[in-house]
């Protein structure tokens, strides 16, 4: 029942406009099944043959969504069915699923993942990178995939004004590049930001997809 009631009280919280990405790594299917059973059909991932084994498993009518890093050789185990790709850094990763999105006559949605935290990771473009992946690589030959948005995590601290700051420069971003390259676009319309500890900041600040995981299904056990 946690899960149910805790779907419920979220949806009723957000705002027009802004979509409830469940993401449920780790999670077993019962736990999917009774967040389907509350009303939710967007379900995120980080692993993509759990993923795969997931879809095959649940109701057709669930958009899943991939969150994790993408491995370039597993693809293809997602290329039939994934609705979105929240985490493509690299004009090589989008060339390569382009590639696997074709042999299935689909076009495949994707967001570019920006590095906004102060964290060292090594995953997500920097704003200058991404602006550069724009303005010179040829990405609108590539016919079966589009770019409709940006992704990013912000920081892992406590001092929200610093995440609220980072929010508010991927909003920026996202303006600068929807008026320079997706003007006549209005598929270019994703923020994906937002998780447990900081998603009410994510939406003051123009989130339009929040990833919340632990806060609907508990904490994860990893196995
Ligand atoms: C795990 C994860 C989330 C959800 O995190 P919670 O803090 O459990 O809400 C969101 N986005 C990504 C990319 C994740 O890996």
Redesign the pocket.
């Known amino acids: 029942m946690y899960i149910a009631e805790q779907i419920k009280r979220l949806r009723s919280e957000l705002p027009e406009g802004v979509n409830l990405l469940a993401?449920s790594?780790y999670q077993p299917i019962e736990s999917l099944q009774e967040a389907y059973d509350a009303g939710q059909r967007m379900f995120?991932e980080?692993h993509i043959q759990e993923m795969a084994a997931k879809a095959a498993a649940l109701p057709k009518d669930i958009a899943w969504h991939f969150?994790?890093h993408v491995q370039t050789n597993k693809i293809k185990y997602m290329a039939s069915f994934v609705s979105l790709i929240?985490?493509v850094d690299s004009f090589r990763l989008l060339r390569e699923i382009n590639k696997h999105a074709a042999k299935h006559n689909r076009v495949i949605d994707c967001l570019l993942q920006i590095h906004i935290a102060q964290e060292d990771t090594k995953y997500g473009l920097m704003v200058q990178e991404c602006r550069e992946l724009l303005a010179h690589e040829p990405w609108r030959e590539l016919e079966n995939v589009r770019i409709v948005g940006l992704m990013a995590?912000g920081s892992n601290t406590d001092d929200m004004e610093q995440v609220r700051g980072e929010f508010r420069q991927m909003k920026q971003l996202f303006d600068e590049l929807k008026e320079t390259y997706f003007a006549d676009e209005p598929s270019f319309c994703q923020l994906s930001e937002g998780?447990?500890?900081d998603y009410p900041i994510a939406i003051e600040e123009g989130s339009t997809i929040v990833?919340?995981?632990?806060?609907i299904f508990g904490d994860?056990v990893y196995l």
């Open positions: 993401i790594k995120g980080n969150t994790g929240h985490a995590m998780m447990t500890d990833r919340i995981g632990s806060m994860r």
